[in-house]
């Protein structure tokens, strides 16, 4: 399979700031740009950083197809639109993937590649398919503010940082709570979003930084040589004491790292799992 593909793009609602070469940063499901403030505002002393959100999330429009080849489409439309040639990306979980193969898919535009806890592989969809059920089932008529959907949503979602953040996604229109996210696009995409399109016949040569948490699964042996088969210039970085959500956990440490790899590639330590 290649990743050639005449997918109808969508325009991608944006968040730039700063000076310098472009870097695209590419949010995780149910996220949106704006969860890169923080390591934004860090970058964009260095980088013009661009921060979009990824068809059917945030502010940019929905659709009903949900794939990896859709959203490198968006993103090479808005490089586009943006006059961007080339560009560094950093991607987290499903940005990751979708980092991953804009890269392959058009190896020129990108310039530095660096991927945040997540491999070319297939995932488990299960739990993601229990979330969306979850959130589906929120009465959102009935709901008079956003920590009264937090307390609907507790029994079943216990985790507090993970209610939170999926409440970003609650947002109040035409007089009433709603989610901003298309749902049911989202659950019946989700096999192709835990997935990876296929076997491809191609590489990408440039330097890539797979950072990854030394307390998540998403980063196996087996997904370390899948990186390698395509990624074969590969550096890999663990930041022992994170999950998969690396850069909330410890921003600071990562963003150094991240800062090193995109000035000087060789300086970022070469992990072997």
Not at 34 to 56: C, E, F, K, M, T
Not at 194 to 216: K, M, T
């Amino acid at each position: 399979m290649n990743v050639e593909n005449d997918e109808e793009s969508v325009p991608l609602h944006v968040r730039s700031q700063g000076e310098g070469p472009p870097l695209l940063l590419l949010h995780g499901l149910y996220g949106s740009g704006s969860n890169w403030n923080g390591i934004g505002r860090r970058l964009a002393h260095s980088y013009r950083v661009h921060q979009p959100d990824l068809r059917n999330h945030g502010k940019s429009p929905h659709h009903p197809t949900m794939h990896y080849q859709a959203m490198t489409a968006d993103l090479l439309a808005l490089m586009d639109r943006l006059e961007i040639g080339r560009a560094a990306v950093l991607g987290h979980s499903m940005g990751g993937k979708a980092a991953m193969l804009l890269a392959l898919a058009q190896p020129s535009r990108v310039a530095a590649l660096a991927v945040a806890d997540v491999a070319p592989v297939r995932y488990c969809s299960d739990e993601h398919a229990r979330l969306i059920a979850t959130l589906r089932s929120l009465d959102t008529r009935s709901i008079g503010s956003r920590a009264e959907a937090d307390e609907a949503l507790r029994a079943a979602i216990p985790d507090a940082g993970i209610r939170q953040f999926l409440l970003t996604n609650l947002a109040r229109a035409h007089g009433r709570w709603q989610w901003r996210i298309p749902l049911d696009v989202l659950a019946e995409g989700l096999p192709a979003i835990s997935g990876w399109p296929g076997e491809l016949d191609v590489h990408y040569p440039d330097p890539a930084l797979f950072i990854y948490g030394g307390r998540s699964t998403y980063v196996t042996d087996d997904g370390c040589v899948r990186i390698r088969d395509y990624f074969p210039a590969a550096r890999f970085h663990c930041m022992e004491e994170c999950g998969h959500l690396l850069h909330v956990e410890k921003p600071d440490a990562f963003t150094q790292v991240v800062q090193r790899f995109l000035s000087d590639p060789e300086s970022v330590n070469n992990f072997t799992k």
